[in-house]
Antibody, heavy 119, light 110 residues
């Protein structure tokens, strides 16, 4: 059974950075791409970017370029999402989601990590 | 402002059928398949329909999807109270070179 287990909630001050992890189990880590999707309170879903755990290649949504970095650790089947220069608008739930390919549906989702940015 | 346009809300009575629309353009829905996700408050989204009209294992056949041109739709027949949730469409956008979502539709079962 595929499971994506995310790290716990974070509270950060404006200007700080946050790292959220997503540990995969139950499927081949390097055969499934990983996306990050965020959701502001009471709002819809927003795609942030994708990482191919096999080679580490990434692609980020335009609005996050320069602030967002995705990495992976194949020894622990974990992907990481780093978001820097945090502002209050970055408050929300961050989800990792896996897909078979770059253009495939998001088949499995993590439970979400709440990131709160507040002074 | 979402790239894909969905009605913010929809409602229908139990047992009836509701259709949720998702409108896009030639760079997204027009050239790619559409996925639909169901989300209950406080929980992660769940894949409901993929490749415009395919149901993952375990999704009841009351849920169906279709696509025509630059629009897609999700139909739910035999509505049940437990179908009350938010529904999101999503697809790849060739111009933006990324995935895009609709703004979501909150379904109320009256």
């Amino acid at each position: 059974q595929v499971q994506l287990m995310q790290s716990g909630a974070e509270v950060k001050k404006p200007g700080a950075s946050v790292r959220v992890s997503c540990k995969a189990s139950g499927h081949s880590f390097t055969s499934n791409h990983m996306h990050w999707v965020r959701q502001a309170p009471g709002q819809g879903l927003e795609w942030m970017g994708i990482i191919n755990p096999s080679g580490g290649s990434t692609s980020y949504a335009q609005r996050f370029r320069g602030r967002l970095t995705m990495t992976r650790d194949t020894s622990t089947d974990t992907v990481y999402m780093y978001l820097s220069s945090l502002r209050s608008e970055d408050t929300g739930a961050y989800y990792c989601a896996s897909s078979i390919g770059w253009y495939s549906n998001f088949e499995y989702w993590g439970q979400g990590t709440l990131v709160t940015v507040s002074s | 402002q979402s790239v894909l346009t969905q009605p913010p809300s929809a409602s229908e009575t139990p047992g009836h059928r509701v259709i949720i629309s998702c409108s896009g353009s030639s760079s997204n829905i027009g050239g790619n398949t559409v996925n639909w996700y169901q989300q209950f408050p406080g929980t992660a989204p769940k894949l409901l329909i993929y490749r415009s009209n395919q149901r993952p294992s375990g999704v009841p056949d009351r849920f169906s999807g279709s696509k025509s041109g630059t629009s897609a739709s999700l139909a739910i027949s035999g509505l049940q109270s437990e179908d009350e949730a938010h529904y999101y469409c999503a697809t790849w956008d060739d111009n933006l070179n990324g995935w895009v979502f609709g703004g979501g539709t909150k379904l109320t079962v009256l």
